[in-house]
């Protein structure tokens, strides 16, 4: 759950559990409100908190006591102070919110869909994007010396990712060629295959539905068993970060060109089909789309799932 709100012309959200009714009533008086307010500053010890309250100790231990066998607040860690161990206490979410009735389905707050909670988490979660995206340097590189064009479909998957986020802080884009090895590390959306993308050719061989080398480069899924060699296929494929298990990948990429243009188009028009999962086995996520010229102008202008 996510709190928004206008402010000067901005708008500023907050991650936010609903509260039960123990919770709402646990947290009713005026000290209990302060301490999770003063916790949400900063992780405190009780005494701690009863020397800047200049309240009795016994009163803080109570209401902490209350807050943490609810839910409210938990041990986020220990300490030692004046020769003692000291538990450091902070809220279980930075905001609570109590629900009048059951909410309804909406597209216009980021990250409220059961898509995004589902196919995106952990890379998006609670409105923030926990990762980079990569794509390929427009110079050429790598063994080949190609040059990339999936970067500009780049703008239109940031731009689709960004109905989802709604706090940015930092720079999330790099090219391929300027990643550095810590930054393998975090979840990472890479767009465009491993020939014009070498953080994608690194990871390709650890993905359920990969581009084979030996059949240049043609797609292959390791679920049906068949090969798909036509350039205007492409893959949406998450999967486990084969640099930190902790973590994912998201590989939005095409045989070719036009094959990036088509998970591209897939991945904004048929979001809730890419997060079904593989047609084989929907535990996997991992689509194989191809893309169709409708209107026979050379261009494609639609998709269709092929797995």
Request: hydrophobic share 40%.
């Amino acid at each position: 759950m996510i709190v928004v709100d206008n402010r000067n012309k901005s708008v500023v959200s907050l991650p936010a559990k609903a509260m039960n009714q123990k919770q709402l009533r646990v947290s009713s008086s005026p000290l209990a409100q302060r301490i999770l307010h003063e916790l949400a500053k900063t992780p405190m010890y009780p005494m701690g908190i009863a020397k800047k309250f200049r309240v009795h100790e016994q009163k803080v231990y109570y209401h902490i006591r209350n807050l943490e066998k609810v839910g409210l607040i938990s041990v986020v860690r220990k300490e030692e102070v004046n020769g003692t161990s000291a538990s450091f206490y902070a809220p279980t979410a930075p905001a609570f919110v109590m629900a009048l009735r059951e909410p309804s389905e909406t597209r216009k707050i980021p990250g409220l869909s059961m898509q995004s909670d589902e196919f995106l988490s952990p890379i998006i979660e609670n409105g923030e994007l926990n990762g980079i995206i990569v794509v390929g340097s427009p110079d050429p590189h790598g063994p080949e010396m190609a040059r990339s064009r999936d970067g500009y479909y780049g703008i239109d998957l940031a731009l689709c990712l960004g109905t989802f986020v709604s706090n940015l802080s930092n720079l999330s884009v790099r090219l391929d060629t300027e990643v550095r090895s810590e930054e393998l590390q975090k979840n990472l959306i890479l767009i465009g295959g491993p020939v014009v993308n070498m953080v994608t050719q690194k990871v390709n061989e650890h993905l359920p539905i990969f581009f084979d080398k030996t059949a240049s480069w043609a797609i292959k899924s390791t679920l049906s068993g068949k090969v798909y060699p036509e350039g205007e296929c492409g893959l949406i494929v998450k999967a486990k970060n084969p640099f930190n298990p902790k973590k994912w990948v998201l590989v939005v990429a095409g045989r070719r060109y036009a094959g990036t243009r088509a998970v591209t188009m897939a991945f904004l028009r048929y979001f809730s089909e890419v997060a079904k999962g593989n047609s084989i086995d929907p535990k996997v996520c991992a689509r194989i789309v191809e893309g169709l010229d409708r209107d026979a102008d050379g261009i494609v202008d639609d998709v269709k799932f092929v797995e």
